[in-house]
């Protein structure tokens, strides 16, 4: 079974940084796509940024590109956000999720993965 474990999120002023971790167990198979999505209350889920553990290919939201960066840990079963120059409406509770895949490209859609973590709660605020 596979499991995801997030941490990281806080509280932190516009402007500042915050890194996110996602801890996967239970992958059976190397191909795999993780995913960050965020959801603010009253707002719809969106998808932030996702990576290929296979191939390190790497897709982001519009409204983050140039400030978050999805990363892979030395043992391909941790993932990061590292988020920079963060606004007020980057405040959401921030979900990983993942599925088996040997694929590409992995979406920014929800609806691709079948395991999501618990969330991690990220408040930009002054």
């Known amino acids: 079974e596979v499991q995801l474990v997030e941490s990281g999120g806080g509280l932190v002023q516009p402007g500042g940084s915050l890194r996110l971790s996602c801890a996967a167990s239970g992958f059976t198979s190397s191909g795999r796509c993780l995913a960050w999505f965020r959801q603010a209350p009253g707002k719809e889920h969106e998808g932030v940024a996702s990576?290929?553990?296979?191939?390190?290919?790497?897709i982001y939201a519009d409204s983050v590109k140039g400030r978050f960066t999805i990363s892979q840990g030395n043992a391909a079963n941790t993932v990061y956000l590292q988020m920079n120059t963060l606004k007020l409406e980057d405040s959401a509770m921030y979900y990983c999720a993942a599925v088996p895949s040997g694929g590409f490209r992995c979406p920014l859609d929800r609806d691709f993965y079948n395991t999501w973590g618990q969330g991690t709660q990220v408040t930009v605020s002054s």
């Open positions: 990576i290929s553990i296979r191939q390190g290919y790497t």
